[in-house]
């Protein structure tokens, strides 16, 4: 950013005093001090001093007479002096002794007033300035003329003039004395900001690049030297010079800088202040009797620190991802014709022609720098996990794989080592394999092999079975494996023998076999047994004689005796069991306890513990 300056014809030093009668928090100061000055007026507190009385305030707070201001110099609590003027005019109302001047050197007087009156003034402040030596000899005065009421609202003016010091004087009185009578409403002033200041030939300094140019920005660490020139000023017999910086703590003197240019490079970040010093050669080391030129700015920003990153070493396929630090703008280039303007880009699907230095710009403001990340990218392996095998359950099979330094099969179970090229599998089911096959850069790629797994053949002719004998049954066959056949042994009695469900009509008990063999050959025949158990219809006769004749002399129940786990009990009419039997090995006799029943009927339950039961009744017969 480039600031130009203004020309002017004369140039001022650093004020040698500069009077701004202090700040506070409370409404009025004290009286004068001895650093501040002396009066021939009395001090009050009030906010509203009588004739021929003064006090330090930062406010005029008197509503209806006089206006209410702050003080000039604009510090928060400011005081400045308020006066209200004698009704006669008396001596000064202010006066200061300045001390350590430069004979022969020219100096600015100023000072800030103000007519605080609000409606009527009927004898305006009209005042004399004064510079005298220490024994009363003028030197230079300066009369304001008549400082009129202000209609609107009230105003500071300032005052300057311009005095040249006597030969070997160096300490001088200023006075201030009010050449108008005081009276209500009459001559209440403000006064402020009295300044005293060192007045010379003009000195316009600008950088050489410019005769204009006030302000240069550069980067920390990017500096090129500046060099800062003034024209040569007129107006001292025997003129000398010094050039001074200021970098946030005052102006110091640089040493040795005592030239019309003056080139620096400072490298830190910061902002940095200039200026050139002049005054008679004899005075050149008094701050009190040298001007200054105008400032010249040099502000060095910080340079961004720039790092950048990437993700690399990287694999063909991959995606890179770049990574610059924070700036405000980025200009990326790299392999391949990459540019990016991205803070952080992407490439997907990286090649081994992405491979390469990738350097980016990093700017900040007006500051930039670049930083380089190399990256490296890798091919692919090519996996390979051989060709899909078959085997039977309970066998195994060496896998093989290739294209690779180093190799991790997946899943592990089933498999001898899943760290090597070639493990050993035994699968206890159809698996497919996936193995990762890496190079010595890390990069990796897959395959997957498939191992079958035929199932050893599984026979299972089902749970037994009951029938009456007559009635039919259907088998439960079942059978397991790859590619499997099946039979039935024996076939008789069978609807078919070549199916897992048929029909058996046995007349008697029967075991029967459930064949099941494998067709591509895995495993030995596998067999399974059904018992298929047939009981036979039993008749009850419902009389017998048990005369001892040998004919009919057992209650005989033909075909019960094949029924073992079966009860029979008989009952007499008063429900009382007179034979009670477990199986019917042997038929009943009559008897009871060893004698005969009595002829009679009798009742009879049989439970033949297979869902079947039977009751009646029964006639025994002598």
């Not at 209609?151 to 050449?179: D, E, G, R």
């Amino acid at each position: 950013m480039l600031n130009s300056i203004k020309s002017h014809s004369q140039s001022l030093g650093d004020p040698v005093v500069h009077i701004t009668f202090g700040s506070g928090t409370s409404t009025h100061a004290g009286a004068l001090s001895a650093d501040s000055g002396s009066t021939s007026y009395t001090y009050t507190s009030a906010d509203f001093p009588f004739d021929g009385s003064y006090t330090i305030e930062n406010t005029t707070n008197t509503p209806g007479t006089w206006w209410t201001t702050t003080d000039h110099t604009g510090n928060p609590g400011g005081y400045m002096m308020v006066v209200n003027a004698s009704v006669s005019k008396t001596d000064y109302f202010y006066q200061r002794e300045v001390d350590g001047l430069c004979g022969g050197t020219t100096y600015q007087f100023s000072a800030w007033v103000g007519n605080l009156l609000r409606y009527n003034d009927i004898s305006p402040p009209n005042i004399t300035f004064s510079i005298e030596t220490t024994t009363g000899t003028v030197i230079q005065s300066y009369n304001t003329g008549v400082i009129a009421q202000q209609k609107t609202a009230f105003k500071w003016i300032q005052f300057p003039f311009n005095f040249t010091l006597p030969a070997n004087v160096s300490n001088v009185i200023i006075k201030m004395t009010n050449n108008s009578n005081g009276g209500a409403p009459a001559n209440d002033l403000a006064l402020d900001d009295i300044t005293f200041s060192p007045y010379g030939p003009s000195l316009v300094a600008s950088f050489s690049s410019s005769s204009s140019l006030t302000s240069e920005v550069a980067c920390a660490g990017q500096t090129a030297p500046f060099t800062m020139t003034v024209q040569q000023p007129t107006g001292y017999r025997n003129p000398a010079y010094q050039w001074q910086v200021n970098t946030g703590t005052g102006w110091t003197d640089v040493t040795g800088q005592t030239s019309l240019s003056y080139t620096v490079n400072p490298t830190a970040a910061g902002v940095y202040e200039y200026r050139l010093a002049t005054a008679e050669a004899a005075n050149i080391s008094s701050a009190s009797c040298r001007v200054t030129s105008n400032v010249l700015t040099l502000t060095i920003n910080t340079a961004p620190s720039s790092i950048a990153t990437a993700n690399t070493p990287l694999c063909t396929g991959n995606t890179l991802n770049l990574s610059a630090s924070s700036g405000t703008t980025y200009n990326w280039t790299g392999p391949n014709g990459f540019t990016s303007n991205v803070q952080n880009p992407s490439i997907d699907n990286i090649t081994t022609a992405g491979a390469g230095n990738y350097k980016v710009t990093v700017t900040s403001g007006n500051c930039s720098s670049t930083a380089t990340v190399a990256v490296n990218v890798y091919a692919q392996p090519v996996a390979n996990a051989g060709n899909d095998v078959t085997i039977c359950e309970g066998d195994n099979t060496t896998l093989s794989a290739t294209g690779g330094t180093s190799y991790s099969w997946s899943p592990a179970k089933g498999l001898s080592d899943a760290t090597i090229a070639n493990p050993v599998a035994s699968p206890a089911d159809t698996t497919a394999y996936i193995v990762t096959v890496s190079n010595s850069n890390a990069c990796t790629s897959t395959d997957t092999v498939i191992v079958n797994v035929l199932k050893k053949p599984v026979a299972n002719a089902g749970a037994d079975k009951e029938i009456t004998q007559g009635q039919s049954v259907t088998l439960n066959g079942s059978a397991k494996g790859t590619a499997v056949k099946y039979y039935w042994t024996p076939s008789t009695y069978l609807s078919s023998d070549t199916v897992l469900n048929p029909i058996a009509t046995p007349p008697e008990d029967i075991t029967y076999t459930l064949h099941v063999t494998s067709t591509v050959g895995c495993g030995a025949e596998a067999t399974n047994d059904v018992f298929v158990r047939v009981y036979k219809s039993i008749t009850i006769p419902n009389t017998f004689t048990p005369n001892s004749d040998g004919t009919n002399d057992t209650w005989n129940i033909a075909a019960l005796d094949t029924y073992p786990q079966s009860t029979t009990q008989v009952f007499d009419r008063y429900g009382g069991i007179v034979f009670n039997s477990i199986g019917y090995a042997k038929g009943w006799d009559g008897t009871y306890n060893n004698k005969k029943v009595p002829t009679g009927t009798y009742y009879y339950l049989i439970d033949l513990k297979n869902g079947k039961k039977f009751s009646g009744w029964l006639l025994v017969v002598r």
